[in-house]
Structures are given as C-alpha cells and as structure tokens.
C-alpha cells in the first residue's frame, strides 16, 4: 500500500501502532468479559485468533522501507510480556486468569509464548508471503478452534500427545482451510483465484500433524508444516 504520508518510517510507524492496540482492545475487553463470567476457554481462543490475525494489516505497510518490519512490534511486546508475567507468581493478573487454562502463570511461557515467538519469526522471514498468512490461519483458525469445538465430543482417540477427538481434528482441516482462505482474501495474497487445493491438502497434512503433535508443541509443529507444504506444493514461499 502506498503511504498517505511521509515519511514512509512514520506510516509504518502508525499502522504497527493501531495493530498494538487492536489486540490491546481485544484482549482488555477478554479480561473484563471474563471478570464477569465469561467463559475463559472461548476468550483465549478469540484472543488465540485475534491475535494471530494481525497478518490482516501487513497490506497496509508500506514494503518499500526496512520499517516495514515494525510489523512485529505487537507480538514482540507480548513475548516480553508474556516472560515477565509467565516468571512471575502473581496469579490474580488479568492475562494469567484469561489466558491461562489453570491459573499458573508458568503455562504463558509454554503455549502462549510459543505462540508470540511464531508471530515474530513469520513476519521476519516471511513478511506479506502466502506461507505467512497460511501458517497463522491454520494455527489460529484450526488448532484454535479445535480444542474448543471438539472439548465435548463423545468420539476421541490418542496418539503421542493428550486425548483428542474426531471432532476436533475435523475442525483443525475445516477451521484451517477456512481461516487461511480468509486471511489470504483479506490481505489479497490470494491472487485471482483462490488456491484451495493447495489450502485443503496443507489443511488435510495440518491435521495429522496436529493429531501426533505433543502437548504445547503444535505451536510450532502446525506452522512448520504449513510453510513447508506451500512450498513444496507452489515452489514459493
């Protein structure tokens, strides 16, 4: 995207900025739905999928300046939060209580860092690239939504990590897709058409992947796997 103003630093400047606080919003309006009975398994998977969403605004820096990697200002920032919090033992901070499955703040220094730290390195290496926005939407989109959908599902099975389900994998293929056509629609990567075969077989490996993957693991196994099979498939990243 052309800049509306110069210089080009202080655009992407301001377009990291309103990406630090869309999340900030989001996650400000988690804590106090929380405080007031809100579940907090579905607001850490909103905050799951918001957060890795934030590929939505790479169209709007300007790619033409280094600055163009400001982009990772707002995982960056939560990697550093997500250490201080995580070391920390207060278990009454709103980010432990909405972002946590157990209340122990030693679990955002597994997950959730995990998590940032994929945020971070994407947008390095990969920054406005098909693989980027496939990666996130299958890791935030279908394992995000996985765990929810498929919690109460009577069909399960196990393999190296916890108990999965039936359900929840089928979620982890249709969510993935989904959430990655949508991403690539938004940000425009899509081209002229739609690459579905390519989205439905990353869709289709992601999940296996994902039924094997180790608890805490699959933040980092879903988007290996992802970008590798863009690139075997396409050639490109």
Same mark, same amino acid.
């Not at 804590?31 to 934030?54: C, E, M, Q, T």
């Not at 994407?122 to 098909?130: E, K, M, Q, T, W």
């Not at 425009?188 to 579905?196: C, I, R, T, V």
């Given at each position: ?102 209340? /122990?703040?030693?679990? *955002? #220094? ?5 998590? !940032?730290? &994929?945020?971070?390195?994407? @947008?390095? +290496? ?11 939407g299958m890791l935030t989109w ?24 039936w359900l929840g994998s089928a ?44 608890? /805490?693991?699959?933040? *980092? #196994? ?5 970008? !590798?099979? &863009?690139?075997?498939?396409? @050639?490109? +990243?």
């Amino acid at each position: 995207m052309q800049p509306l103003f110069s210089p080009v630093w202080l655009w992407n400047t301001l377009v990291a900025i309103v990406e630090i606080i869309y999340i900030f919003v989001i996650i400000g309006a988690m804590d106090k739905l929380v405080a007031r009975g809100f579940p907090s398994d579905l607001s850490r998977k909103i905050i799951h999928i918001a957060a890795g969403s934030y590929v939505i605004f790479w169209p709007l820096f300007d790619v033409s300046h280094w600055s163009k990697y400001f982009c990772v200002l707002m995982p960056l920032i939560w990697v550093m939060l997500f250490l201080s919090k995580g070391l920390s033992d207060n278990r009454e901070d709103p980010a432990v209580k909405t972002m946590t499955r157990t209340g /122990d703040p030693r679990e *955002l #220094l597994r997950g959730p860092l995990m998590f !940032a730290l &994929v945020m971070v390195v994407l @947008g390095l +290496l990969l920054f406005n690239r098909v693989a980027a926005v496939v990666a996130l939407g299958m890791l935030t989109w279908g394992d995000g939504l996985a765990p929810y959908i498929g919690k109460h599902a009577r069909h399960t099975y196990r393999t190296l990590g916890p108990t999965k389900s039936w359900l929840g994998s089928a979620t982890v293929f249709i969510a993935g897709v989904a959430g990655a056509a949508l991403m690539l629609w938004i940000t425009g990567l899509s081209g002229d058409a739609m690459p579905w075969r390519m989205l439905a077989v990353t869709g289709a490996v992601v999940m296996i992947a994902e039924a094997f993957s180790p608890r /805490d693991v699959d933040n *980092l #196994l879903i988007p290996l796997v992802s970008v !590798a099979m &863009v690139y075997l498939q396409t @050639g490109a +990243l």
